[in-house]
């Protein structure tokens, strides 16, 4: 079936270090984008793609880097420069032209720094 | 960019129809309004969108006021699973695809 798939689910790592989330679609969409979501609060935009091998900055972008080398593909990297990296992660895909069609979201990472 | 208000928190007993308001005064002609849901610990999901004349799916309907300066979203039937945040996002032309959600209204649902 169709999708968009973000693994793992669940991830911890300390401090200090890099980690890198995945996101694959196999919809087709040229659309791609990252939100970060903490505890009772709506999510906000970190990066988003619009076609391979080209990406822009979103709201809340710094300690964050991305590529964009398939069009099935957009995975974040949380860098060690991200001051509160801990927060629910996830990865939305849609056609270009988002104004009459439906953007899909995968289930989410929840990424725990200790 | 335009700009919504949503209730923070709404209440439902099962079973019963909810209106979720959204003012959007600020939309242009354009715009269409888009309406996702969020259910705990889950990805948001797709409802309902539309552009000047009410919409129905399997899901919802939507109303949306001759002025476009406001909508509903109409669960006709709530049930405990539809107890989720719901957004209202209009989505505007020329804002490069991007999708930006404001806080939602945190929807209860009353067995």
């Known amino acids: 079936d169709g999708g968009i798939t973000q693994s793992p689910k669940y991830l911890f790592r300390k401090e200090g270090q890099n980690v890198t989330l995945s996101c694959e679609q196999n919809?087709?969409?040229?659309?791609m984008y990252w939100y970060r979501q903490d505890p009772g609060q709506g999510l906000r935009l970190i990066y988003y793609s619009q076609i391979v091998n080209d990406f822009q900055k979103g709201d809340i972008a710094e300690g964050y880097s991305v590529s964009r080398e398939k069009k099935e593909s957009f995975p974040l990297t949380v860098t060690s420069a991200q001051k509160n990296p801990t927060a629910f992660y996830l990865c939305a895909s849609s056609m270009m032209g988002t104004l009459n069609t439906e953007a899909f979201f995968g289930q989410g990472t929840r990424l725990t720094v200790v | 960019d335009a700009k919504t208000t949503q209730p923070n928190s709404m209440e439902s007993n099962e079973e019963e129809p909810v209106h979720l308001p959204c003012n959007h005064s600020?939309?242009?002609?354009?715009?269409?309004i888009h309406w996702y849901r969020q259910l705990p610990s889950q990805g948001p999901e797709y409802v309902i969108h539309g552009l000047t004349s009410n919409v129905n799916n399997r899901m919802a309907s939507l109303a949306i006021a001759e002025d476009r300066k406001s909508s509903t979203l109409i669960l006709h039937r709530a049930t405990l699973r539809d107890a989720a945040v719901y957004y209202c996002i209009p989505q505007v032309m020329n804002r490069d695809d991007k999708i930006i959600f404001g806080k939602g209204t945190r929807l209860h649902i009353l067995p």
């Open positions: 919809l087709n969409h040229d659309a």
């Open positions: 600020t939309i242009s002609g354009t715009d269409y």
